[in-house]
């Protein structure tokens, strides 16, 4: 079942990673609109509009922001911070989808407003069914204001 009128914006600076997670979104239906970018800038650059992204239609927010927190540039934790204190971009769902299980990062990224933080599991099958049901809660099962 294709998503397509969804729009994701996954921040992952780990080829492999964003492989795996984009075979897994791919799979359950929902890359259709998916825009990958490697670092924090890129992320800001493509929230904001700006650089390569100015084009871009301002008022169109992502549905979903899946975000690393180790990236080069900008951190994902900075990334974080800038979209939830921001009142035009702090509604977007943002899921924090990152190998560090360091209670400080969680409580962390909490404090600024993530809405899911989620450690990827080493295991492929365990990765794809993380992946999966991510979809399926913050495209189809959550209600999310307009």
Known sequence: MPYSNIEILFVEDSTDDAMLTIR???????ANNLHHVSDGAEALDFIYCRGVYALRNINENPR????????????GMEVLEKIKSDPATSSIPVVILTSSKEDPDIQRCYALGANSYIAKPVESDNFFNTIKEIGLYW????QLPN
């Open 64 to 75: 979903l922001i899946l975000l690393d927190l180790k990236m080069p540039k900008i951190s």
């Open 139 to 142: 495209m189809i099962l959550s």
């Open 24 to 30: 897994a979104l791919k799979k359950s239906g929902f």
